[in-house]
């Protein structure tokens, strides 16, 4: 089983629409999660962190849930801008040993 | 604004044959990471420090050495290049969680 799993993809949106991605990770150890986003053929570059709290950044709403070992993103009102890969990324204490899931690719359609 | 830089872009090798991927952050990060990512895998962690002089594998260490003299820079040495590690190679550095990439080497071993 991989440490990082997360929803199969494409996700094919049209403009407006509302999506959401899942994650769940295996090693209860862990202590940081992240979302990542990856253009094609570029690096990744941070999204959001997640906390238990769960928090928010403009249409962006990301929330963890530890006792299930599950994080998730939520986007809202999407734009054509927004497609990409998103990775949900999980740290173990200190943020090392940071471990990636495999991504899921988002296409929005005007 | 350098941040990380990793050398060389494109590389293309022979199976056998050794080099030597470089990396350097210039933002006083203690811990740093290499990445492959192939389609449809994600990004896999290959080896990452927690400084100068400390070192530890990731989830694919196989075919790969790493060092870490200086806390500015963590290369990854091919030993004997093989086709499988056709990919695209991430260096990221941090400092508390979020991790700065470089913009990747793509290497092909024929």
């Known amino acids: 089983r991989k440490e990082v799993e997360q929803d199969p993809g494409p996700f094919n949106v049209p403009e407006g629409a509302t999506v959401a991605f899942n994650c769940t990770y295996s090693n209860s150890a862990s202590q940081s999660f992240f979302w990542y986003r990856q253009d094609c053929r570029k690096e990744p570059k941070l999204l959001m962190s997640?906390?238990?709290s769960g928090n928010e950044d403009g249409r962006f709403t990301a929330q963890l849930n530890r006792a299930s070992q599950y994080i998730s993103l939520l986007i809202r009102d999407s734009k054509l801008s927004d497609s990409a890969t998103y990775l949900c990324?999980?740290?173990?204490?200190?943020?090392?040993?940071?471990?990636f899931g495999a991504g899921t690719r988002l296409f929005v359609k005007a | 604004n350098a941040g990380v830089t990793q050398t060389p872009k494109f590389q293309v090798l022979k199976t056998g044959q050794s080099m030597t991927l470089q990396c350097a952050q210039d933002?006083?990060?203690?811990?740093m990471s290499w990445y492959r990512q192939d389609p449809g895998m994600g990004l896999r962690l290959i080896h990452y420090?927690?400084?100068?002089?400390?070192?530890d594998q990731g989830e694919v260490p196989n075919g790969y050495n790493v060092s870490r003299s200086t806390t500015e820079d963590f290369p990854l040495r091919l030993l004997s290049a093989a086709p499988s590690q056709t990919s695209v190679y991430f260096c990221?550095?941090?400092?508390?969680?979020?991790?700065?990439f470089g913009e990747g080497s793509r290497l092909t071993v024929l």
């Open positions: 420090s927690v400084g100068a002089g400390i070192t």
């Open positions: 997640v906390y238990s």
């Open positions: 933002m006083n990060h203690e811990y």
């Open positions: 990221a550095s941090s400092s508390r969680g979020e991790l700065f």
């Open positions: 990324v999980v740290s173990e204490a200190g943020g090392f040993k940071t471990i």
